[in-house]
């Protein structure tokens, strides 16, 4: 399943994203999961005339309880930071309002001099998961995977002993521009972020440090994970600065293309 979240009559909806004569096309609404907020089923609701994704309003795609981020998880992101290859997952958090869709515009506060963009490949939970066994297959509790820029003000992630702050900020944290089931990370899943067009990272995720199964494990030993929360698996090598003006592209492949202007709060 594919899916996006977009604005359809006036509300939030899910839509079904599917290939046809090579172009995206939203062509029904889905159900929010019951009695799990953030999940989505693919059960058909009503109809929706054929709405080429390009031109739908699309909201970020997820709606989690937490969004669990993964620090130092590619060897080259860690040496050009000259940190240690951590041993074992470093996570911290991101919270549910600094989430922003594609197309909108992350702001730059004026307490940072120093903001970077970090392409991540996204996982989104489908299915409540704590402290899994330890031959348990991980994939039945992924929805799907999707793109992230885990934003940061990096001048005060330096001084702030903790990150909430530095990766806190409303927007961000962009998501999209839908979810897809149909990627296998552990073969490996192209990562790349382009910067008014020029290109400044190009990951794998094969090259994860901590692969997704070790990831969500590490995390469920901690906290309950929900259906729509969503972790970002780490950045490749290359972030760097941007400042108002430029246009942050992140392409997971198989998910799309995430694109945001910065400027100036
Ligand atoms: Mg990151």
Redesign the pocket.
């Known amino acids: 399943m594919k899916y996006c979240r977009f604005q359809f009559e006036g509300q939030a909806q899910y839509g079904l994203v599917e290939s046809l004569a090579g172009k995206e096309i939203i062509t029904r609404l889905l159900l929010v999961a019951p009695e799990e907020s953030g999940g989505v089923e693919n059960v058909p609701s009503k109809h929706v005339a054929h709405l080429p994704l390009s031109e739908a309003k699309l909201l970020a795609p997820v709606r989690p309880s937490k969004i669990v981020?993964v620090?130092r998880n590619y060897r080259g992101h860690a040496a050009e930071m000259g940190h240690e290859i951590p041993k074992q997952p470093l996570i911290f958090f991101k919270p549910p309002s600094s989430l922003l869709a594609t197309g909108e515009t992350i702001l730059r506060p004026k307490s940072s001099q120093r903001t970077h963009y970090?392409g991540?490949l996204g996982v989104v939970i489908g299915k409540r998961c704590r402290k899994l066994a330890g031959d348990e297959d991980v994939r039945p509790y992924i929805l799907g995977y999707t793109a992230v820029n885990?934003f940061?003000a990096r001048d005060l992630q330096d001084v702030d002993g903790q990150w909430a702050r530095a990766k806190g900020f409303d927007t961000f944290c962009p998501v999209g521009p839908l979810v897809t089931e149909h990627l296998d990370p552990w073969a490996g899943v192209g990562v790349e972020t382009r910067v008014n067009g020029e290109v400044r990272q190009q990951g794998n995720t094969r090259d994860l440090i901590f692969p997704l199964d070790a990831i969500i494990r590490f995390v469920a030993e901690v906290m309950t994970l929900f259906p729509g929360d969503l972790i970002?698996t780490?950045?490749p090598q290359g972030v760097g600065a941007v400042v108002s003006g430029d246009v942050v592209e992140v392409s997971v492949e198989g998910v799309g293309t995430l694109r945001n202007p910065i400027r100036d709060e």
């Open positions: 981020c620090g970090e991540e885990d940061s970002a780490g950045t």
